[in-house]
């Protein structure tokens, strides 16, 4: 069982997530980007799941700011995301992000793209 960390603006999408992920793995949901990179570098995650359209700080800044990070930056990131053209899932891909999900997806969408970077 390993241990996620996901962020989202929308509770409906983190309630989603953890719905269909808490069966199998344990998932710690956070609404905003507000001071993430203090929990996920205390939680220690073993996979970050992270929303990019979010106000304030956008996922892309986070995750930039994870692999910066001598404590974070071992930890992959999946990007889950409205923003779904091919630029979109190059530039998340150039920031450090281990896989891309384009939303709305499936719930298999998800497990399969947890467990492929697990």
Known sequence: MAKLLAVDDSLADLKLMESTLAPL?????????????QR??????????LDVVMPGRNGYEVLR??????????????????????????????????GYLTKPYTPEDLRKAVSTLL
Do not use: C, F, M
């Open 65 to 98: 700011s994870l692999k910066r990070s001598e404590s974070t930056k071992h930890i992959p990131v999946l990007i889950i995301s409205s923003k779904g053209e091919p630029t979109d899932i190059e530039w998340g891909k150039r920031q450090g992000a281990g």
């Open 40 to 49: 996920i570098e205390a939680e220690k995650p073993d996979l970050v799941l």
């Open 25 to 37: 793995h344990q998932i710690s949901i956070y609404q905003g980007s507000e001071n993430i990179e």
